[in-house]
Every structure is written in C-alpha cells, then in structure tokens.
C-alpha cells in the first residue's frame, strides 16, 4: 500500500469564511519520505511546514489554529497530519450566489477522470 488518504470537517461561514479540520494519513513510500524528510526537523514550526506548503499551495489566505504529527518514529503505524485552520473570503457571494473551489485541498487529480 502507498498513498495519502484525507478527511475533512469543515464549514463555510456566511462571510465566505471557510473552517475545519483535516487528517492526512500517509502509508508506503509517502509515510517514508515525509518521515525521513522531518528528521532535520529542530522545532515544531518545522514540522509543519509541510501542512503550511499544502496549504499555501491549494488557499490563498490562511491560518493553521491547530497542527499535530503523529507516528513520526513508529513505522509500523501510519504517518499522520491533524491540522485546523481557517481561510477568509474563501467563498465569494454573486448576488444569489456562493462561488466556491470544490477542492479545497491539494492540486493534483487522477488521470483516470
């Protein structure tokens, strides 16, 4: 097994601000790279920038509330990201209208669709 599997709780304030909570688990190669790549990490600010990179990546403007590691050492458990965070003007409201992205997280898709 290898790949990354999210999940979400997350709402969208009537101001177009979007919050939540996101869990990231990595198995396989995923979970070794993101360990091996933590093992220069010094503080906890390190540790979470790669949740920062993702997120920088998918919104413009945020603020993580919460970060948690887990299984950094234990590889025979999953590597896992527990972060919260908070996006304003994530949605745009046109008239009538909610504009929002549908993918919140995360840039790549799968060629299959």
């Known amino acids: 097994m290898n790949g990354i599997q999210r999940s979400g709780k997350l709402t969208i304030d009537r101001d177009g601000t979007l919050r939540g909570e996101v869990r990231g688990v990595r198995v396989g190669d995923t979970a070794r790279a993101q360990r ?49 965070f908070e996006a304003g003007n994530y949605a745009k409201v046109t008239g009538d209208l909610l504009l929002v992205r549908p993918r919140i997280v995360g840039t790549h898709s799968s060629a299959l669709l």
């Open 36 to 84: 091996e790549a933590l093992r220069s990490a010094t503080s906890d600010s390190q540790k979470i920038y790669p949740i920062e990179e993702l997120l920088g990546a998918s919104i413009t403007n945020y603020h993580i509330t919460k970060a948690q590691v887990s299984n950094v050492q234990r590889t025979d458990q999953p590597f896992a990201y527990t972060y919260g």
